[in-house]
């Protein structure tokens, strides 16, 4: 275990950061599943910005890497605007 100040704090920092990054991972998650089970168009495309914000937002903190971020957004377009 951990005996320096810093690095005691260092271990709650980490701790902090690992639970928020899961949160929103999580988040993202939820939001892109519920965006690709929708069947209404209307709904769809209200969702479609909201989606791709919070990818944009995974993309920028590197939560997930940047042309993965532009794949999801890609299909998740492709399928609002095939409905």
Do not use: C, F, W
């Not at 690095?7 to 639970?19: C, D, E, L, N």
């Not at 944009?56 to 903190?61: S, T, V, Y």
């Amino acid at each position: 275990m951990a005996t320096h100040k810093s690095a005691k704090k260092r271990i709650r920092q980490i701790k902090v950061r690992r639970m928020r990054n899961r949160y929103v991972q999580k988040t993202a998650r939820n939001a892109i599943r519920g965006l690709r089970s929708e069947t209404n168009k209307k709904v769809a495309e209200e969702q479609l910005p909201k989606v791709i914000s919070i990818v944009d937002k995974l993309a920028k903190n590197n939560l997930i890497h940047k042309n993965k971020a532009a794949n999801l957004k890609s299909k998740l377009t492709r399928k609002v605007s095939t409905l």
